[in-house]
């Protein structure tokens, strides 16, 4: 029993490698939090209102810099990320997958610097005002140096997780757990092969309706099979359904090219036996 918990505490740190960073992280914040707290009720330092003033311009302006430093190399990172995926169509949907987490990353990061340097620039300004008693000041101050901290480090964490070699097969192995929970191991060469014949139909049915219609849109920027699978729905070769099937199909097929064990289960082998009759029958 003990053997297969450390295989299994192996096999979630190497999925979530920054696991144990996160938690001494939120460890350690929880107890700045307190001394926060008890600094407030029973002052340990004494703080000179020009002092803190510069230390929170400071703050607000290296923030801002690395911020901007961040943003624009996620930009230039995530272009020539996209372009992989159009080099290589079974990167599509991890590409798409890991843009979508960056993406909402980024943007955690962009409130979280605009409050550090609203809060900050505040202090500056109206720190030295009278009317704030003295452990509300303490507060804020202590708060918003806090908030600075946390920030750095969600933006290093941000930078690590875009430099990871390893992001494309851990996030393989995420979305395939998602796209199938069962746990019984199927034949990959066998899905592999019933798989090549599922495409071989499809793209079939696409090319004998260009040959009744002439001229059939695509969806630009998209892999072929994403493309034909949207051109035999909107034109009714396949319905709502089998298309969900083949959708599903298609990301469990490129996801297990750059999984790490390269393991199928039984569930989506069936499930590929069962899409490839449907497309016989419309032959």
């Given at each position: 029993m ?5 295989i299994?505490s ?6 979530y490698p ?6 001494i ?5 929880g107890?700045?939090q ?6 407030c009720?029973?002052?340990l330092?004494v ?6 003033s510069?230390?929170?311009?400071t703050?607000?302006?290296?923030l801002?810099?690395?911020y ?5 190399g996620?930009?230039?990172?995530a ?7 159009k080099?290589d169509?079974s990167?599509y949907?991890?590409v798409?997958a890991?843009l979508?987490r960056y993406?909402h ?9 605009l409050?550090?340097i ?6 500056v300004l109206y720190?030295g ?12 101050v202590?708060?918003?140096?806090l908030?600075c901290?946390c920030?750095f480090d969600?933006?290093?964490y941000?930078?690590i997780?875009v430099?990871?070699?390893h ?11 998602k796209?199938s929970?069962?746990?019984t ?8 092969s019933?798989?090549?014949e599922?495409?071989?139909n499809?793209y079939a ?5 260009i040959a009744?219609m002439r001229?059939i849109?695509g969806?630009k920027?998209k892999?072929?099979l994403?493309q034909?699978?949207e051109?035999?729905?909107?034109y ?7 298309w969900?099937k083949?959708?599903?199909?298609r990301?469990y ?11 199928v ?6 499930l ?10 419309k032959?």
């Open positions: 003990n053997r297969k918990n450390k299994r192996r096999r979630v740190m190497y999925r920054h696991l144990i960073g996160l938690m992280f939120a460890v350690l914040t107890i700045v307190i001394m926060v707290i008890v600094d009720l029973f002052p330092m703080y000179e209102t020009d002092a803190v510069s230390v929170m311009s703050c607000s302006e290296v801002a810099g690395l901007g430093i961040t943003l624009t996620y930009i230039f990172f272009d020539r990320f996209q372009n992989t995926s080099e169509e990167l949907d991890a798409e890991l979508l993406n990353m980024a943007g955690f990061i962009s409130l979280m610097c409050a550090c609203v809060l900050a620039e505040g202090i720190g005002n009278t009317l704030l008693s003295g452990g509300l000041y303490r507060f804020w202590n708060e918003t140096l908030l901290f920030t969600l933006i290093l941000f930078v997780s430099l990871d070699p992001k494309i097969k851990r996030i393989s192995s995420q979305q395939k757990t796209l929970e069962d746990k191991a199927g034949d990959p060469e066998e899905f592999m019933v798989w090549r599922i495409e071989n499809l049915l696409r090319e004998e309706l009744k001229f849109p969806a920027g892999p072929q994403v034909t699978l051109v035999l729905r909107n009714g070769r396949i319905n709502h359904g089998l969900r083949l959708d599903t199909l990301q097929h490129n996801l297990s090219l750059h999984d790490l064990n390269m393991a289960s039984q569930e989506m082998c069936d590929a036996k069962d899409v490839l009759s449907e497309l016989e029958k032959k």
